[in-house]
């Protein structure tokens, strides 16, 4: 077989694990040749490719990004896009598709699938928010360098007597925010899945300054105040409703220095997030997934995505994978209520 | 309710988090009591105790190591030992125990449940040798050091063109050599689940010097080689077959060396595996345990421990986690064979 | 003798390695008694004290922050503050007072040894631009912290063909910016001491991104643009002529966004370069100030402050070191540019 | 110029960094073209080269190792090795070299230089025990991976009250030692350059374990206890004088246990102190070795070596530079010993 693998949507570690998983798999074991597509869907789209064999993913397991590049190119959205993919794959003499990806990548590839082409989908989200696999790989990486951040930013708010706060990734999903807060102490911390009343977070924070303590808030960007009235002005909150302007997290270290007397700071932890070499349980995860799909696609199943449940990695239809998102559950984030305050 | 809470066995990072949690929710929820027992069964069985309130607790969740201290005592092998347990145990007015720790704390435990006291465990090791739970922590952190650590000598290993040789943890499961030499890129994984053909690792070896890259073994302690004959002399395997005089890894070394021509080198890892801070996955996961142990022991569902299963805690009888070893599967072990050589 | 020690300013790692040595040379070879006084001179102002035994410096070595907390409080500043704090010191019995502190604290120093109180001075800053001084701890941390994230974000870049800006720490020095630069490989730096031109900028940027390469830009805070002109209008500089919204790396990004037609990213790293357990590096010269410090207490030579001069530590006039501002000179930033483009 | 650029020796954090800067500069500064000269001096004396240009160098700066590989190779002990190495210089139509390496390659160097050939040399060692310059690159790496471990092991220490013996690198010098050391807070620095007295560490391991704390000894690979008589058997010693079977650090484990009545582990550090990427202080002052040789190259004076003093960067005579081993003054241990015990 003449297999093509690409990328698509945000760069996330552990890229690079799952193109080396597949390609040496499908070369050692199946004898497959490989084709690499550039810059996700643009690639099959406009026909750009890479050579793929084993000596180009040799040194890459532990390399953060993607060495095939990335887009959030949608053929869906281009005039005659799929049949020019289609047109390419078979011009380049391709059986099948390899496709890493998040939401977006995974619902073009579901697509395609229905479409007539051949692909197997591999979870890709720093987020986590994707449903039908327990982790996504880039996630453990994400939280772990937010944890780091928010351990150096604690001896600064104790020397400083300061609030600090931290904004972290989670547009949608809060799961960055509910695992490095959790690993990182934090004394507050606030997901987009559940809207926080500010007066209670100003309490906590204001406990926590009485108990001679520094409060460390954790906030995903996406996090929202419940009906702020006076406190937030509307034109202060963008066409999706996030505050504008700097984000929340610097709205809301001035509401805290505002309402508790303390000064207050903020992070946005922004792209390190995402970036560099990715943790050991990353490069297990991504490695173990890109070794799983290559097997699908040598069988001929196509349509789904590797999935992790539990220790096992399984397959899963695209259709569920990409129905809905996977939110942070109220008894996950109820769990971590107790350290607040 | 008055709780008393001890951690026995090695020293594991996350053993804090754990104690940390048990104490958060146990205050802040239920309005427990705590007392803390010093290096694990001894302290129960000698009186020793120390304080274990909120203040106590604040600042320990990164901390490596154990505040309360460790040890491999067993009441059941000291005369009267359970009986003097259940005396200081009264004396102090406790009503239950939380025991952290591994297969031999845990069977402490289970017996003790058995002999009439209330105890709810929590599985510990490094190893991840425990059956009942998806993972344990301190394996991550564990996996996590041993690969920056194969990071490292990659460097060296291809700069001189030498073989390294890397003896990681795992004295009868190989679970850290397997996830450490997936995630470092090792050439060569050998665990202690299957004996290892000398003949066969000198040839993946050359053939990877003859390829001009540099070979990296990643060899659990426990690791033993098949029917060695000439290569192994009798008399250098321990009471317990394993290598003596300076473990496997050094013996691997020297022998590749002498089968392969090339120079070979071995670092043995040792202790810098189970110490210092725990990474975010390890925190998550052992304040998670921390938390459902507490709600176990508020409950009174005592002789159960704490267990991983997919993104669930969940409650598993002491019995059950402790009856058989948790070993590599065969097929865990075939999916990292395709990197081999 | 009876000697007080505080710490001043914004915190730095290695503060408390800088303590712990003091009062465990001063204790145990010269038999000193330490009085710690809280949140730089604030304390002595206003008599806030705490302990300061050996028991109290045993396991701070590698945290970040200080365990004596900190403040910007000039005495100079407030009414009658010199002699309350004279009072206050002779109240306490105290014979001498250790400072760590920048510029504002040891120029405190400087006036109170002058009005008759004998202070030995220990330097202080991230930002390393004390003059006297070959290096002052927390720089080599901060530099390290940015280097970290600089290598983070060269995947990102890669990944997704951005230029990536990182806004680094330096109001008035580029030492982070251009030490984190050079280390981190990055493709230009700007720092305070050279206006730059925007246009000279986009043109490396561009030239960049035309080999197939991703940029780096590192941008001290305190960097500008020469007279921009149309580019940079006069209302989005602040009153110290800094680049108001967001600061000049979020400009600077927009600027070459616009200016390259690539997609352009800024990070600002903030405060987490000034957090977290120092490096090896900060804390061996930290320790040997302490060491030395206490030395120059012992021997009654006051209105100094400790300083690295090559391996050496030596003693330099406070007026001396708070003099001029030890800014990046023309042949270290010359340097730099055989990198850029 | 058509130049040469090699390194010899043992691996060491930053070589590549080195090469990175001598063939950047050189080629846009200086218009200079580069062979690189594989393993050491093996290349010139057996013709092995790889070809050396910008893009070749593009992406080495944080990687560890040298991508042109090494050698203990020295021509001077090959029959017309000399002769070799000039024939083969001149036919590639070489001007000069550049020699990145320690105490041997430099050594090298200097006679090369001695018998017409135009060689500047680039310091490079991790024990740091070059004479003529203040620090040398690789030293800050092997530093800062020896206090992390030291930092982890503490906290196996305490949980368990053992003694805990790291042994680091060092051979003849014991810096590695000693910066570790004090950066990692031990409790008792072993260096070759003093031969220690057993019963003096035992009591300050005693001493430690009384006062309820777990005690961590650093010992260099080359210290030697003072003539042990009855303790150290002379047959242990190799023909060196140092401990055989296991080194100093097994031994010294072995030795405090038996002394204390405490339990005492030993860790070898080994090959990771001199691998993997290099810390930020390492790639800037490898780096700016790489930038200063290039200029003496182009200067035209040869029979130098780069090296630094304070914060400059200067040229000091080959000769000057291999004339001695740079070891720990007796006051920079009188400085560490404040802590011991």
Partial sequence: MRIGVLTGGGDCPGLNAVIRAVV????????????GYRDGWKGPLEGLTRPLGLED?????????????????????????????????????????????????????????DDGLGVVGVPKTIDNDLSGTDYT????????????????????????????????????????????????????????????????VAAWVKHRFDQEYAPIIVVAEGAQPSDGGEALQSDELDAFGHVRLGGIGIWLAAELEQRTGHESRCVVLGHIQRGGTPTAYDRVLATRFGLHAIDAVHEGEFGVMVALRGTDIVRVPLAEATAELKTVPPERYAEAEVFFG
Avoid: C
């Avoid at 190119?73 to 078979?90: A, Q, S």
């Fill in 137 to 200: 790989f880039g996630f453990d990486t994400a939280v772990s360098i937010a944890t780091e951040a928010i351990d150096r930013l604690r001896t600064t708010a104790e020397s400083h007597h300061r609030a600090l706060v931290v904004e972290v990734m989670g547009r949608h999903a809060g799961w960055i925010a509910l695992h490095s807060g959790l690993a990182g102490g934090a004394n507050v911390i606030l997901v987009p899945e559940r809207r926080f009343d500010i007066d209670q």
């Fill in 24 to 35: 040496r798999k499908g070369v050692e074991t199946y004898g497959h040749e490989f084709v």
């Fill in 57 to 113: 993913v040799e040194d890459i397991l532990a390399r953060g990004g993607t060495i095939l590049g990335s887009s959030r190119t949608n053929p869906y959205t281009v005039d005659g896009g799929v049949d020019r993919i289609r047109e390419n794959v078979r011009a380049a003499g391709i059986d099948a598709l390899v496709a890493i990806g998040g939401e977006d990548t995974l619902g073009v590839a579901k697509r395609l699938t």
